[in-house]
């Protein structure tokens, strides 16, 4: 009852400090209204006014803190529901926040490590952070036997903070859908919000973010050039990692790598997060440039895996089919499998959405990042389906704001970087890895109990009729080119003699299925 009577108070304080933010730019708002009007100034054009405004919301969302920051990064890559220069303005938010002393950190340290967790480190900068954001701030450190390393600490009242916000936003949610009905016919916003809290809710959790660098180191090894730092050591509330020397992707000066070593670094940049998304099926949700590091031996580090996306095995094989649809400028076939990933409403123009899709693709599909943005292009995907009325699982946002981030990330250090093309080189290996899943012994068990399953499920009917042709009760007699006039239905000259013997095959297999197994 402690526990709950904290959570409440803890969301009391979030809603409260919500409106006081939100109140704060309205009322800024309202004022700069009133002082045009007062110096009888011409009013402001509207793309002034929407600028403003953009600028407003996004500075209202730093302010509230992280969970809000990840909505708005969201919605961003929603261009069906949000306008463009607000949807330009939230592309532009980032979670820097001025840095807190270290003393206030010192306690997590102790709760986490023990009281004399200092004799893990041989010295630690606290000084000044490296990094300090909303949920934690990192501090510059050396292990006990001198390895260089980054010690991330999350704020005391981070994970109570969140679940704070997470119960306001819910609420809201709840209301808005009262006001507005129609609006969840192709948007299901409890369900978008849903999905980014169970990204958020592992995120405070260190350990899982532990698990999951440990996951993409293996994967890393595969590649060249690109690297995710090592875990040294991980609480809940505390990770200890090595130190990814370098400077973001996009600091990095033309002149200090070649152009061999910058293409490797897109290509494999590209490649890597395609093996996430269709073979790991894990993958890193927040790759903006911050979150990637580049040394000056031209090694990419990948950073910051607190935030990551889970796809189960259908949608993925969706996505890479609307992936490789792109890559072959094939429009049909893009709308077809983006219509898959959500399902049909009342309102639903598929034929419409398909003719949509189809006039754009020839002019996406061999372009490169520094003549299109591809997560823009698979965003105007998802306007067209809305306003088709195709209901879109929200894992297409979470996937689309992590393609948007990789490409811009990558567009930074090489943008002549064809993504189709890319998507070819690597597409061998992925299909190789996914034909031999398909042979897998887990494959294989999960074939055989949708057999049995389908097995299960055959009608009445039809089992009385496989048990006259096991028992031989029946008789089928096969008279080509002879009918019957007076039932046109049991005319066998109308079924093709190799459907029959198909038919009969498939049903006498089933029925020896059904006769070895052992009876109770």
Known sequence: MEREDRSGGSARHRAGRTVRVLSRALGAELTEVVRGYRRAERSP???????????????????????????????????DIVPPRLREELTLLHDRTSPTPFSLFEPVLREELGVHWRK????????????????AQVYRAYTADGTPCVVKIQRPRAQEDMRGDMRV??????????????????????????????????????LEEARNMCSARQLAEEFESISVPEVLHATPRVLVQTFA?????????????????????????????????????????????????????????????GMVGRIDRNTSLTFLGAFISLARNDGFG???????????????????????????????????????????????????????????TPLASV?????ANIEGSVRCICPDIKVSVALQKELRRIMRDLVSELFSAEQAAQLAVDALSAVIRIPAEVQAVLDDLFARNSTVRVQAGRSDPKNPVND????????????????FVIKTVQRSKPRP
């Open 45 to 79: 054009s509207p793309a002034s006014a929407r600028d403003r405004q953009a600028r407003a919301v996004r500075a209202a969302l730093e302010e509230l803190g992280p969970l809000y920051i990840k909505v708005g990064q969201l919605l961003a890559t929603r261009p």
């Open 120 to 135: 893990g480190f041989r010295c630690i900068e606290t000084a000044e952070p490296v990094g300090s954001a909303s949920l």
């Open 169 to 206: 936003l819910r609420t809201s949610v709840q209301v808005i859908s009262k006001f507005f009905p129609r609006l969840t016919d192709v948007v299901n916003a409890a369900e978008l919000l849903e999905s980014l809290f169970r990204v958020m809710t592992r995120e405070l959790d260190f």
């Open 245 to 305: 020397e370098g400077v973001p992707i996009n600091q990095v000066d033309a002149i200090d790598l070649t152009y061999e070593q910058r293409n490797t670094i897109g290509r494999e940049l590209v490649s890597f997060m395609l093996r996430s998304y269709f073979v790991n099926r894990v993958f890193h949700a927040d790759p903006h440039p911050g979150n990637i590091i580049v040394s000056p031996d031209g090694t990419a580090h990948i950073i910051d895996w």
């Open 334 to 392: 893009l709308a077809t499998h983006w219509a898959r990933l959500g399902s049909v409403t009342p309102g639903s123009d598929i034929e419409s959405f398909i003719r949509e899709v189809s006039s754009v693709v020839p002019f996406w599909s061999d372009a490169s990042l520094e003549e299109l943005n591809f997560g823009v292009a698979f965003s105007s995907v998802l306007r067209y389906s809305t306003r088709h009325g195709i209901k879109i």
């Open 399 to 403: 996937v689309g704001k992590s393609v």
């Open 492 to 507: 066998s000259s109308l079924v093709p003699q190799g459907v029959l013997s198909t038919a009969l095959a498939a049903a």
